[in-house]
């Protein structure tokens, strides 16, 4: 149900400068998702009656890449006025006039916060009646977070931003986690009272607490004992870190779901990964995107794969897939290469040194080795034979192969597309196949041998084929000649 009285603002207007990149900090991954896409994703659990977002630094790109994965989400834009406080004043100005609940406000970049942490913070505002409530945290290097300034019976005094804390200011351990919980019209009395004069000539968010502290409104704060949650990314070896703590955090949640896991530390699951109970996950293995796992499958070692589906009891070894379905007991690998469009039937294989893309291939199915299968509609219960080649470029389109029910192909066969294999029929060894074969029929490919009897010791004087050539030419000579004396 939607909570009328919550108002999400996230705050990713910020330009990330420390993390020296072309690309907008907050949208920086981790866990398969964007860092500011985390926060909405939490934010989304919690069912509030709105959620904005406010941009500002490369505005179209961040702007663009939030609507296309959340959008119901509103964008809101910053102008040229800096600072947190600005940002979340032209939230709160796009909040319909007589909105008059509570403000929940999170940072983009602050990436592991979990609803569980957010709604307890929100039930400590609620209960206490405070003006505002914020997340601290204890951190044993507090560099580059705000320090909460404490007053002497304990309450929160005001918030100092690092490059204007004191010696002593900068010393306290207490760190703002950037998230706030304000009544929603008090932001709107004091956030323009806010002024600009701070080391950074910026609106500080932060400043609105001492001007409540001034007109003796409570401002409580709740300290996290999970400093996961309050780890902010501000540079690539901090998105480095939250992306290890996220993953150790997925591993342990599907640990505790059934799934064995057998290398923590070599293995990477993104957060939309599904998996079922008695799941095997083997050493260096990323699981990546929407992938899901149905019960009892084995994965890896060494294999990636990207938004697939892999049925129960499967099999996917030292194997790169992406956009693939893979049926119950079919085996995969090892060293093989499916890309997108790729679907193998229930116990079907797919194995070493095979490459697939948009084929199908039915029930039972088999492309054990050396293969490359394109374009191609392969029924149930086929064999291709080693080195098998669906050639489906002409050098302007592509073109597709049909192979029927039970076909048997030989080794090293080229199927030039486009061209129909009927149910039942064989090919047969070196076959190049460019006619449709019949359903039962043989399919040859045949050329005269022809044999240049001394061809490499007349071309190939004085090599070691030569010379292996003309012993070996004598010596069946002699043999020749044993055999005719003893007739």
């Known amino acids: 149900m939607t909570e009328n009285n919550l108002a999400i603002v996230v705050l990713a207007a910020g330009q990330g400068t420390r993390m020296k990149s072309r690309t907008p ?32 630094h490369d505005r179209d790109r961040v702007a663009a890449d ?28 796009a909040l319909p006039a007589d909105y008059d609940g509570d403000v929940l406000v999170l940072s983009g970049d602050v990436p592991l916060l979990d609803d569980a942490t957010l709604t307890t913070l929100l039930d400590a505002h609620r209960t206490t009646g405070a003006a505002a409530t914020l997340l601290s945290a204890i951190l044993a290097d507090p560099t580059g ?123 990477w699951i993104d957060d939309d990964v599904t998996l079922a109970a008695d799941v095997t996950v083997l050493p260096n293995t990323q699981l ?104 489906n470029y002409d050098d302007i389109a592509k073109h597709r192969t049909e192979i029927g029910d039970e076909v048997h192909t030989g080794s090293h066969n080229v199927f030039v597309a486009p061209v129909t294999i009927g149910a039942g029929a064989k090919t047969g060894a070196g076959a190049v196949i460019r006619k449709d074969v019949p359903p039962g029929a043989l399919a040859l490919s045949v050329a005269p041998q022809r044999n240049v009897e001394g061809w490499v010791e007349n071309n190939r004087q004085g090599t070691k084929a030569a010379d292996a050539a003309l012993a070996a030419r004598t010596a069946q000579k002699a043999a020749d000649g044993w055999q005719e004396e003893d007739r």
């Open 25 to 56: 900090k907050v949208l920086h991954r981790i866990g398969g998702r964007t860092l500011v896409g985390h926060v909405i994703t939490t934010a989304q659990h919690l069912n509030a009656a709105h959620i904005e977002v406010v941009v500002r």
């Open 145 to 267: 977070y705000g320090r909460i300034i404490r007053d002497a019976d304990g309450n929160v005094a005001r918030i100092v931003e690092q490059k204007d804390a004191t010696p002593a200011e900068a010393a306290v351990d207490e760190i703002n986690a950037g998230v706030y919980v304000f009544q929603a019209t008090l932001l709107r009395e004091y956030l323009p009272q806010v002024g600009m004069a701070n080391a950074q000539g910026e609106m500080y968010l932060t400043d609105v607490i001492g001007l409540l502290r001034g007109a003796d409104q409570r401002i409580s704060a709740a300290i996290t004992d999970d400093l996961q949650v309050a780890l902010g990314v501000n540079d690539r070896a901090q998105l480095a870190e939250a992306g290890d703590l996220l993953r150790r955090r997925i591993i342990r949640h599907w640990q505790r779901e059934g799934v064995t896991v057998v290398d923590p530390g070599s293995t």
């Open 288 to 391: 990546l995107g929407a992938t899901t796992i149905a019960a009892g499958a084995t994965i890896g070692p060494d294999t990636t794969l990207v938004d697939c589906e892999v049925g129960e009891d499967a099999t996917v070894r030292r194997t790169d897939a992406t956009l693939a379905v893979i049926g119950a007991r079919a085996t995969v690998g090892p060293w093989s290469y499916l890309r997108a469009g790729t679907v193998l039937g229930d116990d079907g294989k797919i194995g070493t040194f095979v490459e697939t893309k948009n084929s199908t291939i039915g029930e039972g199915s088999k492309v054990p080795h050396l293969s490359y299968v394109g374009d191609t509609t392969i029924g149930r219960g086929v064999n291709l034979g080693a080195g098998a080649i669906t050639a």
């Open 66 to 93: 939030i609507s296309q994965t959340y959008p119901d989400v509103t964008i809101v834009d910053q102008d040229d006025i800096p600072g947190t406080g600005r940002a979340v004043q032209v939230a709160v100005d």
